[in-house]
């Protein structure tokens, strides 16, 4: 799990912060489909915090939960400049210590596919379902088998981001027998002081991150073991419609007892 510790730095000068900020621009339109009116709201795996910090700026009354301390100093940065009060927590998401306090829980951007075990997986929805008041709301997404097997797998290897000052690669492979996809990331970061021509030198730097796809029905179980039920399950979260046999990601709304 030691992961995001080199690479917070670069995450939130990327796009891969523009995924948590659609989802906060779609979250009003989905709680209203749901007719839900929730004010306070638990974000698992808050990362740098836009979704959080959106949420925020809507109203919500937000706490941020994040096992990476670098992550969690990049969203705090972020809640000062935008000037709006969030919670931020350091803490394993498989052991949340909360305990009916929110009114909803989300958890986003294959966060929950790094549950490499199923136990693992049940520990995430068994501590959501803690946090949740009687009738609260856990909505999550997921990465499918599919798309880790077959969508990641269409680039073996790639450039993820080429700037000036950084150059990120990656290589995708893929355990057929355990389900887990890893993306291996290289980067080459410019440092302020080097022997370079240009007065700077280049740093490289390693990072390995792993996620496990579940078939749908082993969600489900987890998810009925710990009490929550499920209302809805999309593989479009534009269309909301049902998954298919090639959605690459999943949308569950689930309610506790």
């Known amino acids: 799990m030691a992961v995001y510790k080199e690479f917070a730095r670069f995450y939130t000068q990327t796009s891969w912060t523009e995924y948590s ?4 621009e779609r979250f009003p339109a989905l709680l209203e489909r749901l007719d839900a009116h929730p004010h306070t709201l638990l974000d698992i795996a808050c990362g ?16 941020g939960v994040d096992l990476s301390a670098e992550m969690l100093r990049f969203a705090r940065a972020r809640a000062a400049r935008e000037a709006v009060p969030v919670t931020w927590v350091r803490e394993d998401m498989r052991t949340l210590s909360f305990t009916a306090q ?19 997986l049940e520990a995430v929805f068994a501590g959501a379902a803690r ?30 981001h080429d700037t000036p000052d950084y150059l990120i690669l990656g ?9 887990i996809a890893t993306i291996a990331l290289t980067i080459f970061s410019r440092e302020a002081e080097g022997e370079g021509d240009d007065g700077a030198g280049w740093r490289r730097i390693d990072e390995e991150h792993q996620e496990r ?13 710990v009490g929550l039920q499920e209302l809805a ?11 298919t ?13």
Do not use: H
Not at 21 to 24: E, F, K
Not at 233 to 243: D, I, N, Q, V, Y
Not at 251 to 256: A, C, E, L, N
């Open 21 to 24: 900020q659609r989802m906060a």
């Open 48 to 63: 740098e915090g836009t979704f959080a910090v959106a949420m925020a700026q809507a109203g919500f009354a937000v706490t």
């Open 102 to 120: 929110f009114d909803a829980v989300t958890c986003w951007y294959d966060s929950l596919n790094y549950m490499l075990t199923l136990a693992d």
């Open 131 to 160: 946090a949740l008041r009687p009738g609260g709301l856990f909505i999550f997404d997921i990465n499918t088998i599919y798309g880790l097997t077959v969508i990641w797998q269409l680039e073996r290897t790639l450039l993820v």
């Open 171 to 179: 290589r995708n492979s893929f355990d057929y027998e355990r389900t």
């Open 213 to 225: 796809g579940y078939p749908l029905g082993e969600i489900r179980g987890a998810l009925a073991r």
């Open 233 to 243: 399950c999309w593989g479009s979260l534009r269309e909301f419609t049902a998954p």
């Open 245 to 257: 046999a090639t959605s690459g990601r999943v949308w569950f709304v689930t309610q506790k007892a």
